[in-house]
């Protein structure tokens, strides 16, 4: 098995970045943001969390673009 980088992987040090760059929280939004549930990833219809990354994409969808300009 070898260090392959796939572009999941490459979209997913973007948005992180993306994060740190724009002084967000890890869901993306602003810090101090309150959530019902505890986190925005919770969904009362499933048992099951959202994906955080699809979450922010949903948000944010000109992350999903391939420049890397992506600033509010």
């Known amino acids: 098995m070898g260090d392959k980088i796939t572009s ?3 979209l ?3 948005i992180d970045e993306w994060l740190k760059r724009n002084g967000r929280n890890e869901y ?3 810090p101090g943001t ?3 549930g ?3 990833l919770f969904d009362e219809r499933s048992p ?4 955080r990354y699809e979450y922010i994409l949903s948000r944010h969808p ?3 673009d391939s420049g890397d300009s992506a600033k509010e």
Request: charged content about 55%.
């Open 8 to 10: 999941d992987d490459r």
């Open 34 to 36: 309150v959530y019902a």
């Open 38 to 40: 505890g986190n925005p």
């Open 28 to 30: 993306g939004d602003a």
């Open 12 to 14: 997913k040090r973007k």
């Open 62 to 64: 000109e992350l999903r």
């Open 48 to 51: 099951r969390l959202k994906d």
